[in-house]
């Protein structure tokens, strides 16, 4: 999913160095559109870049739109993972953002790259297809983290979470992983990581819940708000503030534009979009690859929860 607080700033790729490409636009300034060039698993891949604008889709507006109980967690609600039922949280493969990271420690200014990728790599978990978003963390040119976040849609638009993986590195070297769960396994239950009608006033709501370490809960701050960020100026926006500590704020048809800190004091932390592409179908052959080997490895660092799982494989 988005950063979890109890592993992440999350994640980045088994490459010792990524180059990202960015398109920072003034705040008034539409982004244009020249060829954008990406690396993923340490090769470039080149692509126009494809703004989206915010529109629906015939997928989108067939649905009756119904927010979920995350209590409810029924199987023969879901079908194919992968696709825009969710303007705020679209599952389209190959669709890539990138974000600056910013850490603000005493009066230093850190930054580092987030990488987010829909793969088209899918996973049953928990007796539902999931697809595979990969999400890169680089600092200075090298990976920091790489994560998996599982999700699914049901027929209703609501987007689940229903796990997550992360590997931490050093010099491009693997050092640990961490944040090892799967919804079904060890007690570990499903959440809604989007709902399909966010208004500001409804009820909290649970995101995911990992038995012997926390349940993760969100909640609808902000509803049709201004925010701008480098790469251009969004209406309409939504902001999600998850377990009291953070706004994640999100755009329709582009998914997370930003995050922000709810709390003063500390390592302040935010994160803003930089650029936005779709990428070759060489880029998603890569990156989907960096999705299956980080599934594979799984089974081996975090066995108790993964070596029981079915095997991720491409979508057909």
Not at 125 to 150: F, H, K, N, P, S
Not at 158 to 182: H, I, K, M, P, R
Not at 249 to 260: N, P, R
Request: net charge neutral.
């Amino acid at each position: 999913m988005t950063e979890q607080p109890w592993s992440r700033r999350m994640v980045g790729a088994l490459v010792a160095a990524i180059c990202l490409a960015a398109t920072p636009a003034g705040c008034d300034r539409q982004p244009s559109s020249p060829p954008t060039t990406t690396t993923v698993a340490g090769q470039a891949t080149t692509t126009s870049m494809a703004v989206p604008t915010g529109k629906t889709t015939a997928t989108t507006t067939a649905l009756r739109r119904v927010n979920a109980d995350p209590g409810r967690f029924n199987r023969k609600d879901f079908g194919d993972p992968i696709g825009d039922a969710n303007p705020w949280l679209p599952l389209l493969p190959g669709y890539q953002s990138v974000r600056d990271g910013t850490l603000f420690r005493g009066r230093r200014e850190l930054h580092h790259r987030r990488r987010f990728t829909v793969t088209d790599v899918v996973k049953q978990v928990d007796g539902v297809r999931t697809v595979l978003v990969l999400d890169q963390d680089i600092d200075a040119g090298q990976v920091a983290e790489q994560a998996l976040d599982y999700f699914a849609q049901d027929k209703h638009g609501n987007v689940w979470y229903l796990g997550s993986y992360t590997e931490s590195y050093e010099g491009g070297q693997f050092v640990n992983a961490n944040d090892a769960w799967l919804a079904g396994v060890n007690g570990a239950m499903p959440g809604v990581a989007m709902m399909a009608d966010p208004k500001k006033g409804m009820p909290a709501y649970v995101q995911a819940s990992i038995p012997g370490r926390e349940t993760l809960t969100a909640e609808v701050a902000k509803v049709g708000e201004r925010k701008c960020v480098p790469f251009k100026c969004f209406s309409n926006t939504l902001a999600i503030l998850e377990d009291g500590t953070e706004f994640k704020y999100y755009a329709q048809g582009v998914g997370g534009i930003a995050t922000e800190p709810n709390y003063s004091g500390g390592e302040q932390e935010k994160e803003a979009l930089l650029n936005l592409v779709q990428l070759t179908p060489k880029g998603l052959a890569e990156a989907s690859a960096e999705a299956l080997q980080l599934d594979r490895h799984a089974r081996t660092t975090a066995s108790g929860v993964f070596n029981s799982s079915a095997p991720a494989k491409r979508a057909p």
